[in-house]
């Protein structure tokens, strides 16, 4: 028990260390803590102190002489290489999140997210006003997408379609691997008018600006209509079951009888089997008031909009691909 609830501490170290962006600098070769505080501009034996806590959860590897180089952990906190978790970390461990957790008491006695308690406003609103805040979000929600997609192309065929909607895709990196790898489909992002107009600069950079659109519009009162398959990925988790429903019955109303929509999202498993997501359920819950659900927590959600669940596919990320179409039609 109490190694539990030293955690707290180890996710915190790690933050330390990804925000002082130690493992860029480790990386090029062993380093001793004095030159690690040098370069960082922090205090010698502080900074020991910390590296010595990190090596012994297996970021870093402390050498006979004292020095520090990294593992094959630590590299995840690298900058500079694909899939790396360093803005995560450091969003977990920053002052838009970690005040948030410790309120987290709060939330459970009162239902309500702990952000708008801590902040006096939603998250969203608080991103909206805070230009630094909103960079370390968006950059840790980004730092997942090479790897989640990869694992959603991987094993997902949309060789079918030939219209895809992506619902609140941002910046629209998902819709433009889709669109790479098959020639024939044409994508439209939908999103806020601020997101569509990054994401249209990246469609034509990339040369995709010809088969790929950026729409703007509120996805709660419409969704552009008569596409085969439309994209919700980590969308639904965002809000309460009433938000979440409202929504589902929107892209409903969008589709035709032939559509699929694919929620690309966490499954939370079944009682008492170990799994991250029950954690992130509350971290949503605290932030937002959204939630994480499990396969039957979807379906009910579904049918609320006359959609159903078909197949859920599980993939090597953390997201597992829900394939829903209209309630009652025919495969």
């Not at 380093?31 to 690690?36: E, G, H, L, T, V």
């Not at 192309?153 to 895709?169: C, E, K, Q």
């Not at 009682?271 to 009910?300: C, H, V, W, Y």
């Amino acid at each position: 028990m109490f190694s539990l609830l030293m955690g707290c501490y180890a996710s915190q170290c790690i933050a330390v260390a990804a925000d002082l962006k130690i493992a860029d600098y480790v990386h090029e070769a062993p380093r001793k803590p004095s030159d690690i505080a040098r370069y960082t501009q922090c205090e010698a034996r502080a900074m020991q102190r910390l590296m010595r806590a990190l090596a012994g959860i297996g970021v870093f590897h402390e050498r006979e002489d004292g020095s520090f180089e990294l593992t094959v952990t630590g590299e995840l906190l690298r900058s500079d290489i694909p899939g790396s978790l360093q803005p995560i970390a450091r969003l977990i461990g920053s002052e838009l999140q970690w005040p948030t957790l410790g309120n987290l008491s709060h939330t459970v006695r009162t239902g309500e997210p702990a952000f708008d308690h801590v902040f006096g406003m939603s998250m969203w609103e608080y991103l909206a006003t805070n230009a630094d805040a909103h960079a370390l979000f968006h950059s840790s929600m980004s730092a997942f997408s090479t790897a989640e997609i990869r694992a959603i192309l991987g094993n997902y065929d949309f060789s079918s379609a030939i219209t895809v909607v992506d619902v609140a895709g941002g910046q629209g990196n998902l819709l433009a691997a889709i669109v790479d790898k098959y020639p024939h489909v044409e994508g439209i992002l939908f999103e806020r008018p601020e997101v569509t107009r990054e994401a249209r600069d990246q469609f034509v950079a990339n040369g995709l600006g010809h088969r790929c659109r950026a729409i703007a519009g509120d996805m709660f009162s419409t969704i552009p209509s008569g596409a085969d398959c439309y994209i919700m990925k980590s969308v639904l988790h965002n809000w309460g079951d009433e938000r979440a429903a409202q929504l589902l019955r929107t892209c409903r109303d969008a589709m035709v009888d032939r559509a699929t929509l694919l929620i690309i999202t966490r499954v939370v498993r079944p009682a008492n089997e170990p799994d991250l997501s029950k954690f992130q359920d509350l971290n949503m819950l605290i932030n937002l008031n959204g939630a994480e659900r499990t396969a039957d927590e979807f379906r009910e959600l579904l049918g609320s909009a006359d959609l159903q669940l078909d197949e859920i596919i599980a993939t090597p990320s953390p997201l597992s691909i829900l394939v829903c179409t209209p309630g009652g039609s025919v495969r």
